[in-house]
């Protein structure tokens, strides 16, 4: 799986239609609505704006398109389908489309939207998708360093720390790492 690092616009005309497609990184619903209100904002005079997107949950991963009035299918599957072929999640893709006089048919916009998504996820900057995990540790002053060492070459943090007869650690780290760190170190995951 992977995430957008950096989001991207792309443009795309099919006969006198204008399509405006973003690929944005979206960690949430809240953020997927700004991102929406600040696309519709930004184009007001657009006549669709289609979209769909994959969310990374708890539960699994979300996902959902909007045809934005175009006829069923025709807009948000396409773009769906490119998020999916590009295996990324926490992303919104949006195509606004000013629509130019001449209709398309069902297969011209299937073929305009998705194309469009598509071109935005190839401009976008995607990086891999790491899983983090958390750990709540209790270690000695004397493993703080190696503990801190460990955590960073990891690609983790530590989060908070609380001195008393012993540290209490909480870090954030790659799930995959947290089982060799837990041990080590005599933790437990959450």
Do not use: W
């Amino acid at each position: 799986m992977y995430l957008i690092e950096k989001g991207s616009e792309s443009s795309f005309t099919v006969n006198h239609s204008r399509f405006i497609g973003y690929a944005l990184p979206c960690a949430d619903e809240p953020q997927l609505r700004s991102r929406l209100f600040e696309i519709a904002s930004a184009h007001p005079t657009a006549h669709h704006l289609a979209f769909a997107y994959r969310i990374k949950t708890d539960n699994g991963v979300i996902a959902h398109f909007s045809d934005a009035g175009e006829p069923s299918g025709t807009a948000g599957k396409p773009i769906l389908a490119h998020i999916s072929g590009f295996d990324v999640v926490n992303a919104l893709v949006a195509v606004v489309r000013y629509f130019g006089g001449i209709k398309l048919g069902a297969g011209g916009l299937v073929r305009a939207y998705g194309g469009t998504a598509k071109l935005a996820l190839e401009k976008a900057s995607l990086i891999p998708y790491v899983e983090y995990a958390e750990l709540e540790l209790t270690i000695e002053y004397p493993n703080l360093q190696p503990l801190t060492y460990q955590v960073e070459k990891a690609g983790g943090e530590i989060v908070s720390r609380v001195f008393g007869e012993k540290i209490d650690v909480v870090v954030r780290l790659p799930a995959a790492e947290a089982p060799a760190i837990a041990r080590r170190f005599n933790g437990t995951s959450t």
